[in-house]
């Protein structure tokens, strides 16, 4: 039968037991920052790509006119 | 390639932690003398056991990166001592928990576990200083394989010494491995397995995240080349880099 | 290698015999610590746990002044890369330094040692002299291998005087546990007890370990 005597000593064990899970949680949570972070260099770079996929693009078009003048 | 497996694992630890758990509060019956207090014990110690097989972990990998110069080696040392030294202030806050709830002080000085995972604690939180304070990623991989090693031997001993330092007198209070009945063993076998559990989900977790951002880093430099308003961000960390 | 051990040896000695940098900064240092001691702690005499306590303290951290100073020549002055040039087993570094490092701490613990009895003993313990000088030796060595660990570990860092400390204090421990409390009974009020053989045996076997240990490593960091 569970025994939980929240007197005297449940308040103890519950506590290691929270600080247990706190620490678990914290560590979670800065896990999480750090894939915030991956994500938006991510979209950066995904971004960067963009912009040499346009450049190189526009220099294609840009190249036939001096040969024209 | 880190993150393989990850989903089987991450569900077959909180299958066992959540059962370890059940196990502790529904099935095992109270300690003859510490009462209800006793149940800190099926936290503790496994937290203690596991982090002590991490930190020599840590050394081996050591060891694997000196041998092979594979970076990756050096990455798992990292992460296996990173977490190894959460599990530690878990262990010791948790052992001053119990040692309050059973003795009414917040530290004791009888229970060997506790005295030698407080060293162990000084020595590895050095670990990511002196990541920190090399600069050069060979040579800051090659230092702290060093350290690992050097560390992960010198935990055994410690354990050997502080455990000879005990006074005949003051028997050792806190754990009480010997004579426990089943139900206890068996839930004491299963918390160390669901703690292992944890601590490897943990591991492969942070090793996945951290070559993630390694290749981010990576890409990012292949693809700056000769873009103008784009700096890379500098920022220093003690984690080991590609 | 037994020949660039001993080149690297007499090299050291008679540096430190010109400048006469680290020996007496670590003998004034543990004069300082016992005066430090005998204020802190209100006490004409220590004995037994509290003399052997205050000794193994003092000398570890005078050791700790030590080992900050071992490579700082070979940094600052390009004596690794002329090491390295050498045609000789790297390993022979750490020998040579451990080697030193010991040399220094034997000259410390004369000294020091013979200033605790004078300021802080009772009477001289002749009959602990032994028994001591045994303990004193083999910790000795076990701090002559982890420091010179600690040392070339830390000369490349940049916080290097803080990193020496932050090291050696915790790896030194299990010797100051054997130390303290093989000396304890040997320093006692009603005369010099026995050396318990346990205490002999753990630092025996930090030697060894770490001894061997260090002796596979070193290599390692001197690679450039």
Redesign the interface.
């Known amino acids: 039968?569970?025994?939980?005597?929240l007197g005297e000593?449940?308040k103890?064990?519950a506590?290691?037991?929270c600080?247990?899970l706190a620490?678990?949680l914290i560590?979670v949570a800065i896990?999480a920052t750090?894939?915030a972070?991956?994500e938006r260099?991510?979209g950066e770079?995904n971004e960067?790509?963009e912009r040499?996929a346009a450049a190189a693009s526009d220099e294609e078009e840009d190249e036939p006119e001096p040969v024209a003048r | 390639m880190f993150g393989r497996g990850l989903k089987t694992l991450s569900c077959v630890t909180v299958v066992l932690i959540v059962g370890a758990?059940a196990l502790v509060?529904?099935y095992a019956p109270?300690d003859a003398d510490q009462?209800?207090?006793q149940?800190?014990f099926y936290?503790?110690v496994p937290?203690a056991i596991v982090a002590l097989c991490g930190f020599v972990a840590g050394g081996i990998y050591g060891i694997l990166y000196?041998r092979s110069g594979d970076r990756m080696h050096d990455l798992r040392s990292y992460v296996a001592i990173h977490l190894s030294l959460?599990l530690a202030?878990?262990t010791l806050?948790?052992g001053s928990?119990?040692a309050?709830?059973s003795w009414g002080h917040w530290w004791v000085w009888d229970e060997p576990t506790l005295v030698s995972f407080l060293?162990?604690f000084?020595?590895y939180a050095?670990y990511q200083?002196?990541r920190f304070?090399?600069?050069d990623p060979q040579?800051q991989a090659?230092?702290a394989?060093?350290?690992s090693?050097?560390?992960g031997?010198?935990v055994p001993?410690?354990f050997?010494?502080?455990r000879?330092?005990q006074s005949v007198a003051h028997p050792r209070v806190l754990t009480s491995t010997t004579a426990m009945p089943g139900s206890m063993f068996l839930t004491f076998m299963l918390s160390i397995v669901a703690m292992a559990c944890?601590y490897v989900t943990?591991w492969k977790?942070?090793l996945a995240?951290k070559h993630?951002?390694m290749q981010?880093r990576q890409?990012?430099r292949k693809?700056a080349g000769e873009?103008d308003g784009?700096t890379p961000r500098a920022r220093r960390s003690a984690a080991p880099q590609l | 290698m037994r020949r660039a051990v001993v080149a690297l040896v007499r090299k050291d000695l008679r540096l430190e015999a010109r400048t006469r940098e680290s020996v007496p900064a670590m003998v004034l240092f543990s004069l300082g610590t016992f005066v430090l001691f005998h204020f802190a702690l209100d006490a004409q005499t220590v004995a037994g746990n509290l003399a052997a306590g205050v000794l193994w303290v003092t000398l570890l951290l005078a050791a700790v002044l030590g080992i900050n100073r071992l490579f700082v020549a070979e940094r600052e002055e390009g004596g690794f890369d002329g090491f390295l040039l050498a045609p000789v087993d790297r390993t022979a570094m750490f020998v040579a330094k451990a080697s030193v490092l010991f040399a220094f701490l034997v000259l410390l613990e004369v000294v020091a040692v013979a200033a605790f009895a004078i300021l802080l003993l009772e009477r001289p313990p002749w009959h602990a002299l032994p028994g001591l000088a045994l303990l004193l030796a083999l910790a000795d060595l076990g701090i002559a291998v982890?420091g010179t660990?600690v040392g070339a570990?830390a000369i490349?860092?940049?916080?290097r005087d803080l990193?020496v400390p932050?090291?050696a204090?915790?790896?030194s421990?299990?010797l100051v546990?054997?130390g303290a409390?093989g000396s304890a009974p040997l320093l006692a009020a009603a005369g010099a007890g026995a050396l318990e053989g346990?205490w002999l045996l753990?630092l025996g076997?930090?030697d060894l370990?770490?001894g061997l240990?260090?002796y596979a490593?070193f290599d390692?960091?001197l690679?450039e």
């Open positions: 039968m569970p025994a939980l005597p000593s449940g103890y064990v506590a290691a037991y600080v247990f620490l678990i560590y896990m750090k894939l972070r991956i260099d991510l770079l960067l790509a040499r | 758990f509060f529904f109270n009462g209800f207090i149940k800190i936290l503790h937290l000196l959460i202030v878990a806050i948790s928990i119990w309050r709830a060293i162990v000084l020595l050095c200083p002196l304070s090399i600069e040579t090659r230092y394989a060093v350290f090693i050097v560390a031997a010198f001993l410690n050997m010494a502080v000879m330092a944890l943990l977790y942070e995240s993630a951002s981010l890409l990012r693809l873009d784009w | 982890v660990l570990l490349q860092t940049r916080a990193i932050l090291l204090i915790p790896l421990v299990p546990i054997a409390r346990r753990i076997l930090y370990v770490f240990l260090a490593i390692f960091l690679e």
